[in-house]
């Protein structure tokens, strides 16, 4: 039997190769595609960082030429924007702007405090498509000189954490019979000046207060007569003191256990020194009511020799506190007629009185934000004073406190107050707008609060009591 075998043709085989080979293209036209945009997309990003690396780059350059200038002039930090020229082997401010590469750089200063100021360092720049793209960089930057020439009144960073929460970490005991007068921070080592009930008692201490919330003194002196006042510089020193024979003593603080009194100087009169200021090697000392110059300007380039430069009579009758801030002395007085008083200051040999202004009390407490925008504090308010026109002074603004404020200090927004006020010794303000300063928080100590610094977010407060030292920050 034969068996027979059919053909089968297959229909439309080549049609399907076609089609096949359609899809087949078109699948590698769009991998090809793909493949493409990515390459693209790679380099546009690759572009991308690398812009935006020299942007980085450009911005940080910024800051460290605002650190070339301060460390050569921290005058030439004016507040305002700014471009940059490097030139002559020293960066410069030139324009409102300056540019490299398609990258324009804008630097902003602005005053946060006594020689401290804010930087911003700003970079603009454009893509391809067009995008505004833009990278800041921040920093703080301080006077260096200033640090040395004001012993670093106010220094360091700027409040953290709840300031309207403020808490105590430590506080020092003097001992029965003592009461501090003043005090000075320099890294966390406090100097504190007092009145003892006995001349043989100590009236100079120094503090660790490395630990806040647990500060002991290293050493004491026994000066004699007490002190009033304190402020430190390099490596010394120099306070205010009740002995007619020496208004002014120096003491070498270069071996904190061991300070020793090396030099001081007679003020002509019988009229305590009350209140004494260093800057860039001249000591400023107010001295109370009676005394033939209530204004001295002393020499102390020399610590060991110090001679008297200069003086003013007839200034505020008696004075209380004293602040120089370049070329200016501001003085807190007892003349109710023009209670605070600004001398210039620039020669010392002959300072003379640039204006005043009659707050209708006498002025305790003085600190200057900058040479236009003073902060007093008399018997009953605090004040700011607009001092642009040192010849015509105005009140930007004002607060009831109820008794005298005696000492000031103020870092970025707020202002820190030591007061005689009995139920609120210590206060802390906003004066973040100047016409409507606004109480915070404040504390009740044993005694009047005499002195205050700041350092580093925590403030230092002496008291009029053997529980001389208060030691206070901010809640996290």
């Known amino acids: 039997m034969s068996m027979s075998i059919k053909k089968v043709k297959l229909i439309g085989n080549k049609g399907q190769t076609m089609v096949e080979a359609l899809v087949a293209i078109g699948v590698f036209l769009v991998s090809i595609n793909a493949i493409v945009f990515l390459i693209f997309a790679a380099q546009s990003i690759s572009q991308d960082t690398k812009i935006n690396q020299e942007a980085v780059n450009y911005a940080s350059e910024g800051i460290e030429a605002i650190r070339s200038i301060r460390n050569r002039s921290w005058n030439e930090l004016t507040d305002g924007e700014h471009g940059l020229i490097f030139s002559g082997d020293q960066w410069s401010f030139s324009g409102a702007s300056d540019s490299k590469n398609n990258l324009t750089r804008k630097i902003t200063v602005a005053t946060q405090a006594n020689d401290v100021k804010n930087i911003k360092s700003l970079i603009t720049w454009q893509t391809e498509t067009p ?6 960089l921040v920093a703080i930057v301080t006077n260096k000189q200033a640090a040395i020439e004001n012993g670093g009144d106010g220094g360091g960073a700027p409040p953290t954490g709840n300031w309207q929460a403020p808490q105590t970490l430590g506080s020092i005991d003097l ?18 000046t ?34 009033k006042s304190v402020d430190i510089a390099g490596g010394y020193a120099f306070v205010a003191s009740k002995d007619d024979d020496k208004e002014l003593i120096v003491i070498d603080i270069s071996n904190s256990s061991a300070p020793v009194e090396v030099a001081s100087l007679n003020l002509t009169g019988s009229a305590n020194a009350l209140t004494i200021f260093y800057r860039n090697s001249y000591v400023y000392i107010g ?68 204006g005043s202004i009659n707050v209708n009390d006498d002025v305790y407490g003085i600190y ?15 004040y700011i004073i607009n001092a642009s ?3 015509s002074m105005t009140i930007s603004g004002s607060v009831l406190i109820n008794d005298r404020t005696r000492d000031i200090v103020s870092v970025g927004s707020l202002a820190f107050l030591a007061t005689e006020n009995p139920n609120a010794e210590f206060q802390i ?8 300063p606004f109480l915070w928080n404040s504390f009740n100590f044993p005694q009047t609060a005499t002195g205050i610094d700041y350092e580093n977010n925590i403030v230092y407060v002496s008291v009029k009591s053997n ?9 996290p």
């Open 131 to 136: 995008r505004p793209q833009k990278i800041e």
């Open 175 to 192: 001992g029965a019979g003592n009461s501090a007068t003043d005090l000075d921070v320099k890294n966390k080592i406090v100097y504190l």
């Open 194 to 227: 007092s009145e003892a009930s006995a001349v043989a008692k100590p009236d100079f201490f120094i503090v660790n207060a490395t630990d806040g919330q647990n500060p002991f003194i290293i050493s004491s002196l026994d000066i004699g007569a007490g002190l």
């Open 287 to 354: 001295r109370a009511d009676g005394a033939p110059q209530e204004f001295s300007i002393i020499n102390v380039s020399n610590p060991l020799s110090p001679f008297l430069v200069s003086g003013l009579s007839g200034v505020g009758d008696e004075i209380n506190d004293i602040y120089v801030l370049n070329n200016r002395a501001y003085l807190g007085t007892e003349d109710a007629s023009r209670g605070m008083i600004i001398i210039d200051v620039a020669n010392p040999a002959s300072p003379s009185i640039m």
């Open 368 to 382: 200057p934000l900058s040479e236009d925008k003073i902060l007093a504090g008399e018997k009953t308010k605090f």
């Open 389 to 391: 026109n040192a010849s």
């Open 429 to 436: 303000y906003d004066i973040s707008n100047p016409a409507s």
């Open 467 to 475: 529980d001389g030292l208060r030691i206070i920050t901010s809640t």
